[in-house]
Each structure stands twice: as C-alpha cells, then as structure tokens.
C-alpha cells in the first residue's frame, strides 16, 4: 500500500472521529476540505521530478498542519473563550508557528492556499478576529481555479464569516455572492448555497423569496442520485412547511 493512500485513509478515519466530536464554528469546512485535499493530492503530482517532489514535500508538511492543529483543538475543547482566553492563545501558538514556518517554505506548491486556509481558522479559535480571519481566507481563494469544487467549498465558508462579520458592506456582499452561486446550478456549491439563501430569507420574513430559493434547488434536484441530497430533502421539508 502506498504512502498516499495510507494517508488518505488516516485523514478519512480523521474526518469521521472529528466530525461526531467537534463542533467550533466553520471547522466543517475546514476539515471536509482537508478530506477532498487528500483524495485529489495525487493530481499534483505532475510529471517532473522537481515538482513531484515539491508537491510531496507540501503534502506531508500539510499533514503536520493537521496534525499539530488537531491537537490544539484538543486542547482547548470546553475551554471558555472569555474567561481562558489566555490559555487558548497559548495552546494555539506552536500550532500557528508550525503552520507560518511550512507555509513559508512551500508557497510555491499547490497545496499553498489551504495553509492559508487552517490559518484563517487558526486566527478564529486564537483571537476570535473575525475580520483578520476573512482577510487571510480572501488571500486563499484568490489562489485556488475558479469555480473548482474546493474553491466553491470555502467560498460558501467566506459567504456564512461575512455573514456574522459587524461590517454592513461584508454582510451586503455576502448575500450577494451567495445569491450569485444559489442561481449558478453548474457550480458545486449551488445546492447548499440555495438552501441557505431560502433560510436566509425565511428568517428575514420574505417568504416569497424564500420559497423561490427552495423550489429553484428542488426543480434541479438530480433525481438519479444515488444519494439523496440533504440540503434537497430539507429544502422540501421547509416547502411543505411553509
């Protein structure tokens, strides 16, 4: 068995055991992400020797990223963020060194923009500095292909921070840009982001609006998935609701 598909399967047992034990906000993304990272690493690993072993080099210090940021999640597991804020910082600091230092010796790879995007979420859990978080997220997607699947996964995350950001004009362009993807059915992220584009609407008393959204995802629902699509399912429970 080979090294990549040995690591493939510890992250994908990883993801599972984390999944049922955490709860911080946005670590979905982050570490479902870091799941489709690991299952698509192989198409890096281009012809020549040099860049072979550059992206391999990247992708075991990517590894060491998410292993020392698992254990500092660890760490400051029930831990108040007012009250043990001084711990927390202190328990994310090798974490957010470690993670400076690699991001630095492999920005030419690849896998560069998810170093940046556990940095966001590192800044989060740190400090709590929403718009500190936001910047650097920004930095990450302005490095991943459009209207990839992982860059439509972090935008959708980008989308739910601007969202709780105290800046009007962040919150303004987060229902737009979610409004934007929630028409687009071609982009990978379009059923999630019609989903919240009905929520976001029912909650803001447009139930017209709202119930525009869900019949959209419904009416492009793939009916020969073979998996039900849980955003499809809600989004007719919230039309049978209403």
């Not at 209207?147 to 987060?174: H, P, T, V, Y």
Request: glycine fraction near 4%; aromatic fraction near 10%.
């Amino acid at each position: 068995m080979s090294m990549y598909v040995k690591f493939q399967k510890n992250v994908s047992s990883f993801y599972a055991s984390l999944q049922g034990q955490y709860s911080a906000k946005y670590v979905k993304e982050v570490l479902i992400g870091t799941a489709i990272v690991t299952i698509l690493a192989g198409g890096y690993f281009l012809n020549t020797l040099y860049l072979k072993n550059r992206e391999e080099r990247a992708f075991v210090a990517l590894s060491e990223v998410i292993e020392s940021f698992t254990h500092s999640q660890q760490i400051t597991q029930g831990l108040d963020s007012a009250k043990d804020q001084e711990k927390i910082e202190q328990a994310w600091q090798d974490t957010e060194t470690l993670l400076n230092a690699l991001h630095k010796e492999h920005m030419s790879s690849y896998l560069a923009p998810y170093f940046l995007i556990f940095k966001s979420q590192i800044i989060l859990e740190k400090t709590s500095n929403l718009q500190e978080a936001i910047k650097v997220l920004d930095e990450a997607l302005a490095q991943m292909p459009k209207n990839s699947e992982m860059s439509s996964l972090f935008q959708m995350k980008r989308i739910k921070m601007g969202f709780d950001s105290k800046q009007e004009n962040d919150r303004k362009q987060a229902l737009q840009d979610l409004t934007v993807i929630a028409q687009d059915i071609s982009n990978p992220a379009f059923q999630e982001a019609a989903y919240e584009l009905g929520v976001y609407y029912l909650y803001a008393g447009d139930v017209e609006k709202s119930q525009e959204a869900f019949k959209r995802l419904v009416d492009n629902a793939d009916a020969k998935a073979l998996l039900s699509s849980p955003w499809v399912q809600q989004a007719k429970e919230k039309l049978i609701v209403a």
